[in-house]
Structures are given as C-alpha cells and as structure tokens.
Nanobody, 124 residues
C-alpha cells in the first residue's frame, strides 16, 4: 500500500503561483512513477503531469507545458507540482497518483494509488 496526501492548494489570483505537495508513505516510494491529475466538477479527471521513478523523465499535458513543473524528492518521499502563470481554467481539485511506470501513471483509469485531492481556485 502507498498512502498519498496532497497539500498546498488554495486561492490565488490569475497570474500567480502555487506549489502543491504530495507526501507518500507505505511501500517503496521510489519504485513508483508519480503523477498529478485534476478534476473540475462535472468533468472527467484529466492528466496534468508525471515524473518517472528516478525523476529523470517527465510528461506534461499540453495545457500546462511551460507553466507547471513536476519534481520529486525520493529521500523525503515527496512529489511537487510548481504551478506558475495560473489562469481561472486551472481551477480544479488536484490529485496525486502513483503507478509503476511513467507510461501507466498518465492514464486516468487503472492507477494503483490516489490521494484525496487538494482544491485550487484561481480568481480572475
């Protein structure tokens, strides 16, 4: 089992920045690729960003490329999502996810472990 707890969400003005954190506990964190997803009420959960188990490979949704950066600290069992140049369209609940590979952690279904989410609200 891997437990994931997100933090760092909140209210920010458009153009601002937030840094989300995901604390992992349980089985070997460094064995898992990690991802961030988001969900807007009434819409399906969507992939945002992912990082490989070693931290050397990344994937991003086109909508966040150049604005968001995912990183991980395996010694601290942490994953981060630095979000810059936020827009109201980034308003969502953000979820942390863990799955064995960088390829599979970008899927919206079949993910092994999910956090409960943290709310991000970007005001105009």
């Amino acid at each position: 089992q891997v437990q994931l707890v997100e933090s760092g969400g909140g209210l920010v003005q458009a153009g601002g920045s937030l840094r989300l954190s995901c604390a992992a506990s349980g089985r070997s964190f460094s064995n898992y690729a990690m991802g961030w997803f988001r969900r807007v009420p009434g819409k399906a959960r969507e992939f945002v960003a992912a990082v490989s188990w070693g931290g050397g490979s990344w994937k991003y949704a086109d909508s966040v490329k150049g604005r968001f950066t995912i990183s991980r600290d395996n010694a601290a069992n942490m994953v981060y999502l630095q979000m810059n140049s936020l827009t109201p369209e980034d308003t969502a609940v953000y979820f942390c996810a863990a799955d064995p590979t960088l390829f599979t952690v970008t899927r919206t279904t079949g993910i092994q472990y999910w956090g409960k989410g943290t709310q991000v609200i970007v005001s105009p």
